[in-house]
């Protein structure tokens, strides 16, 4: 009995010896397929991390941001009507994008290109976003479920990701957040992100903005 419990303490010290080493940052990063109808619905986000002038001080007011991805005639072009709620007070866009190849592009008025990156969570989307305007370049990273919260390995990935990025840690929504109506009038939302990433003046402040919140509340 004695030899028989000593080669199971073996064997499970073995076991653990070889469990799977953690994912490389090569692997957290390389783009995964997706194809357009698994885009389709409604997406609710859940965190992220941007280096987008402002994006760290909104991130700490946001209350929730909902995406509802549509299809349209064109077999490449989704129509994305996005609601948001900013300390309790609601709006709405909508936009076109052109997704091929498991990309999404805006070419105009700015630039961005968004991929997918591999997340052990079933119905979510890890987004990796790069945005270009007037010589300027930003990276986001987020993620979007169609449920309320994920679970923390879910999180832990995310911020692996984030952390192969060199970005700061992600900030995560409260799951308790309340959406906004679906008839709210929505606005252009190229339009409204373009006037954001043309005000130079107004971004110096959001960047001011964006370390004073992680300052005084991280």
């Not at 653990?16 to 357009?36: E, Q």
């Not at 989704?78 to 309790?88: C, K, M």
């Not at 997918?116 to 987004?127: E, H, I, Q």
């Not at 832990?156 to 799951?175: G, I, N, T, V, W």
């Amino acid at each position: 009995m004695k030899s028989g419990g000593v080669v199971v303490l073996l064997l499970g010290l073995l076991s653990v010896g070889r469990a799977a080493p953690p994912m490389s940052c090569d692997a957290l990063l390389k783009p995964i397929s997706i194809s357009n109808e698994q885009m389709l619905g409604r997406w609710l986000y859940l965190g992220g991390s941007s280096d987008l002038p402002g994006s760290r001080s909104l991130g700490h007011l946001l209350n929730s941001i909902l995406l509802d991805i549509r299809a349209t005639s064109l077999s490449n072009v989704l129509t994305i009507l996005q609601t948001q709620r900013i300390y309790g007070e609601c709006s709405g866009m909508i936009y076109n994008v052109t997704m091929e190849n498991s990309t999404m592009l805006i070419e105009h008025p700015f630039y961005l290109k968004e991929v997918y990156l591999p997340t052990d969570c079933s119905d979510c989307l890890a987004v990796y976003e790069e945005v270009k305007s007037s010589q300027e370049s930003f990276r986001s990273l987020m993620l979007f479920s169609k449920q309320r919260s994920v679970s923390p390995a879910d999180v832990e990935m995310l911020r692996m990701q984030a952390k192969c990025l060199q970005m700061p840690s992600p900030l995560m929504m409260d799951p308790s957040y309340e959406l906004c109506p679906d008839d709210i009038a929505t606005s252009d939302g190229l339009a409204a992100f373009n006037s954001l990433l043309e005000a130079k003046m107004g971004q110096r402040v959001a960047r001011l903005l964006d370390r004073l919140f992680d300052f005084f509340i991280n």
